[in-house]
């Protein structure tokens, strides 16, 4: 059995949540997709419990700490900032210290007995999106379908559900929702979004998480006191109130 979480946001009381959930079902191996860090008030707690894992790969959050935040909006950008003068406060230049060489060596993606993992998509492994609704878009999932074998694991939207492929060009979304009993995705192609630890964005302020058993999907969801996160991240002039407020409603 295999943990496979992401988008932990360098939210420290998720993911102790999440790990504790994990360790209390026996699971030994866990895989992180990528952006520990970003949005949240614990970047170096959390490398700290992400260096111990057995695979974390490199989110796009994570390497606009290691270079420049381009392309992101200005709350995120400032996050970012505050999370590389965290880490060069306490260590350095980038990546001297061993969070910044632990960023710096980490995969863009990884492959693993014919299953794929990735932060972003298989074609973008650290930037391209692939929401629900691009279901209505067959030409787009047709050409991320091609760069995969049967099954591929992602994150970076914070929305958790799988993208089934059904016939020819024709793929079919399942909800996390109906993955209570599991999914079982033999013979079948299918591309799992995990959702997200730290900044859950479907409407569920729990984190979640998915496991993996070599047959069958499920989702997980942990609840967590993001209140204690929300008071951090006020007490940090660096990051905006409202990625703290959001975190009540999963948004």
């Given amino acids: 059995m295999r943990a496979i979480l992401s988008d932990i946001h360098a939210n420290l009381e998720a993911l102790t949540a999440v790990l504790a959930d994990i360790e209390r079902q026996g699971i030994r191996s866990v895989y992180n997709l990528g952006d520990t860090l970003g949005y949240g008030p614990d970047p ?31 709350s995120a950008e400032n996050c970012i ?37 990735v932060h972003g998509s298989p074609r973008s492994p650290l930037y391209e999106y692939v929401f629900p609704e691009d279901i209505d878009n067959p030409r787009k999932l ?10 591929c694991f992602c994150g970076h939207t914070h929305v958790p559900g799988l993208f089934v492929h059904v016939a020819d060009e024709r793929w079919e979304y399942v ?50 006191d993001f209140e204690t996160t929300i008071k951090k991240v006020y007490a940090i002039p660096e990051i905006a109130n409202f990625l703290g407020d959001r975190l009540r409603e999963g948004r």
């Fill in 175 to 224: 909800y996390a929702e109906e993955c209570e009993k599991g999914f079982d995705v033999t013979g079948r192609k299918v591309l799992c979004n995990v959702g997200s630890v730290g900044q859950p964005r479907d409407d569920d302020e729990r984190a979640c998480y998915a496991t993996f058993d070599g047959r069958r999907i499920r989702f997980h969801r942990v609840e967590y």
């Fill in 142 to 151: 047709e050409r991320i379908g091609s760069m995969f074998e049967t099954l």
């Fill in 44 to 74: 170096i707690a959390c490398l700290d419990h992400t260096i111990r894992l057995d695979l974390t790969l490199l989110g796009n959050h994570d390497q606009a700490v290691l270079v420049h935040p381009d392309g992101f909006c200005q």
């Fill in 81 to 117: 900032l505050w999370h590389r003068a965290i880490l060069e406060r306490t260590e350095g230049p980038l990546p001297t210290g061993p969070h910044g060489k632990f960023l710096a060596s980490l995969p863009r993606s990884h492959r693993e007995n014919g299953v794929r993992y």
